[in-house]
Nanobody, 120 residues
Framework: QVRLVESGGGLVQPGGSLRLSCEAS????????MGWFRRAPGKERELVAS???????IYDDSAKGRFTISRDDAKKTVYLQMNDLKPEDTAVYYC??????????????WGQGTQVTVSS
């Protein structure tokens, strides 16, 4: 059984910062990619940032210059540093990972999400 557990969400003032963390655990053989998605009120889920093993990070245009994705493969953890947060960043943020389980299956897994609210 594979689990992704997010942490670091909360309430922050406009212009503030948050750092999200997501740790993968369970019967994992290898991780191909990890990333962050978000669903804002009234909108569809969208990609925020992702990073495939051996490749460069990919960002949505709204996140470029403000957000930074990083991975600690030894800890099976992905981070999202969010700076200069704006009210439009308010959303539920979901961690995702494409990985191979110990039994050989390649699947995309999702965390349960963490709420980020940017408001004064």
């Amino acid at each position: 059984q594979v689990r992704l557990v997010e942490s670091g969400g909360g309430l922050v003032q406009p212009g503030g910062s948050l750092r999200l963390s997501c740790e993968a655990s369970g019967s994992i053989f290898s991780i191909k990619s990890m990333g962050w998605f978000r669903r804002a009120p009234g909108k569809e889920r969208e990609l925020v940032a992702s990073q495939t093993s051996g490749g460069p990070p990919i960002y949505d245009d709204s996140a470029k210059g403000r957000f930074t994705i990083s991975r600690d493969d030894a800890k099976k953890t992905v981070y999202l540093q969010m700076n200069d947060l704006k009210p439009e960043d308010t959303a539920v943020y979901y961690c995702s990972a494409v990985l191979t389980s110990s039994s050989g299956y390649v699947l995309k897994h999702w965390g349960q999400g963490t709420q980020v609210t940017v408001s004064s």
